[in-house]
C-alpha cells in the first residue's frame, strides 16, 4: 500500500459491527484505519491509486458520512448541473453511474473496474460522491480547491438508518439488534467513522471559499431556499420553474420509485435485499423516534452531548425533528 499508508487492523467484520470474529490473512472480513477513517473492504483497496487521483477546481466532491444523503444530494446536484432538466434522472443510466462512488472497487481490484481509473480518463468537471473523512480524501481536492459539498445529518437518524441498511445488505451478514448498532457508534468502531471526527475533518473547513456545508434538515425543512444556494454555490442561477421541477424529481417519493434512482440494481443483483428494507426507506426527520427505547435514547444524546463540547466542532448544531 505504500509508506505513506497507517492502516490499523481492528479486526473487525465488514461495516464495522458485531463481535469481532478472528480476521483471516487477507482481511477481507474487517475495516482498516486509514488517516483516521475507518474504511472497509474492499475499498481500502483502491486507496493507493486515490492518493493519486487529481481533481480540479471544477470538478465536485460530495462528501458525507453514510446514510446522511449522498442519493438525495447526488440527485439534487445532477439536476442542478442540468438546469434543472428533467431528463436527468429519467432517461439514460442509473445515477449512481452518472455520479459515481470514488473508493469503489471490486475485491480484486482490476485496474478499469473502479471509479479511480473511470474518472483519470474524464476530463476536469467530473462529479462523484465518497464518504471517506476529509483527511482521507485525496490530497489534490484541498490542493487544487475542489468543490466539496458536504452533508450532514444528525446522527439518531444516521444510526437508523444504517441499522437498516445493513441488515439489507447482504455481505454485511449483520444479525445484530440497534443497541450493537448504537455501541458500535458509540465505541467509532462503525464504518468510515469515527462519526464526530468525521465531521470534525470537514467542519473545520466551512468556511473555505470552495466549502458548502449543508444539512439534510436543511434540505428537507426549506427545500428551494437550500437548492438555490447550492446552486449559486456551483454557479448556476436558477429560475424558480428549475427549481420546482427539481424539488418534484428530487422528491423522495419520485425517487423511491424511480428505478434511476431507487438502487433496484442492487437488489437484483443479491447485494441488497429491498424485502429486508429498501435502499431509500423513510427519507424523513425524526425516524429515530420510532426505534429508540428510553434508555438507547439516554445512551445516545450522552454520546452526543460529550461530543458537541469538542473544540473542533464548536457552532455545530443538530436539528433532531
Known amino acids: 500500500m505504500g509508506d505513506d499508508y497507517e492502516f490499523e487492523n481492528e479486526g473487525l467484520p465488514i461495516d464495522g459491527v458485531g463481535i469481532p470474529p478472528p480476521v483471516s490473512s487477507d482481511c477481507s472480513d474487517c475495516i482498516k484505519v486509514y488517516k483516521g477513517c475507518n474504511v472497509n473492504y474492499p475499498y481500502y483497496l483502491a486507496l493507493s491509486d486515490l492518493e493519486r487521483l487529481q481533481t480540479f477546481p471544477n470538478d465536485v466532491a460530495i462528501c458525507g458520512f453514510p446514510k446522511s444523503g449522498s442519493a438525495w444530494l447526488s440527485a439534487v446536484v445532477a439536476m442542478i448541473q442540468a438546469d434543472g432538466d428533467p431528463a436527468t434522472l429519467q432517461e439514460g443510466p442509473p445515477l449512481e453511474e452518472k455520479i459515481p462512488y470514488l473508493e469503489f472497487c471490486t ?7 473502479r471509479v479511480v481509473d473511470s474518472l483519470s480518463a474524464m476530463p476536469p468537471g467530473r462529479t462523484f460522491f465518497t464518504h471517506l473523512s476529509c483527511d482521507a480524501l485525496p490530497p489534490s481536492i484541498l490542493k487544487n480547491k475542489t ?5 450532514i445529518r444528525n446522527p439518531k437518524d444516521v444510526i437508523v438508518s444504517t441499522y437498516f441498511h445493513l441488515k ?3 455481505r454485511s451478514k449483520f444479525a445484530g439488534d440497534l443497541g450493537v448498532m448504537i455501541d458500535a457508534f458509540i465505541k467509532g468502531k462503525i464504518c468510515y467513522g469515527p462519526y464526530f ?6 467542519w473545520k473547513h466551512r468556511n473555505d471559499s470552495n466549502f458548502f456545508v449543508l444539512s439534510f434538515e436543511e434540505l428537507s425543512d426549506d427545500f428551494t431556499l437550500t437548492v438555490s444556494k447550492l446552486a449559486h454555490f456551483l454557479g448556476k442561477d436558477l429560475s424558480a420553474k428549475q427549481l420546482q421541477t427539481i424539488s418534484y424529481h428530487c422528491s423522495f417519493d419520485q425517487m423511491k420509485n424511480n428505478d434511476l434512482t431507487n438502487r433496484i440494481a442492487s437488489d ?3 447485494i441488497l435485499d429491498f424485502q429486508v428494507s429498501p435502499f431509500l426507506r423513510a427519507g424523513s426527520v425524526g425516524n429515530w423516534k420510532l426505534h429508540f ?12 452531548d460529550k461530543n458537541m463540547q469538542r473544540e473542533d466542532l464548536k457552532e455545530l448544531q443538530f436539528t433532531y425533528t
Open 197 to 202: 471526527d468525521h465531521i470534525a475533518s470537514y
Open 293 to 304: 427505547s428510553t434508555e438507547m435514547d439516554k445512551m445516545v444524546s450522552a454520546w452526543i
Open 107 to 113: 475485491p480484486a481490484n482490476y485496474a478499469g473496474h
Open 168 to 170: 439489507a445488505r447482504r
Open 268 to 270: 437484483r443483483a443479491g
Open 147 to 151: 468543490k466539496v459539498i458536504y452533508h
